[in-house]
């Protein structure tokens, strides 16, 4: 999956008879994306100081 435009949002998925999604899609004719919020993501990690005295 990738973002294609962000205003208006649109994303693009490729699927195919290879994958599970293909057949649910085909059966049911319904499709979700579940799009987490931004405080569901881990928090930006810190930087290390590597090759300063005291870091670590």
């Not at 693009?12 to 599970?20: K, L, N, R, V």
């Not at 999604?21 to 881990?42: F, K, N, W």
Request: charged share 15%; hydrophobic share 30%; proline share 16%.
């Amino acid at each position: 999956m990738q973002m294609v435009r962000h205003d208006p949002p649109l994303i693009a998925c490729t699927i195919g008879p290879w994958d599970y999604s293909y057949q649910a899609l085909a059966e049911t004719g319904e499709c979700v994306i579940s799009v987490p919020t931004a405080d569901m993501y881990p928090p930006k990690p810190r930087p290390l100081g590597l090759g300063r005295p005291g870091s670590g």
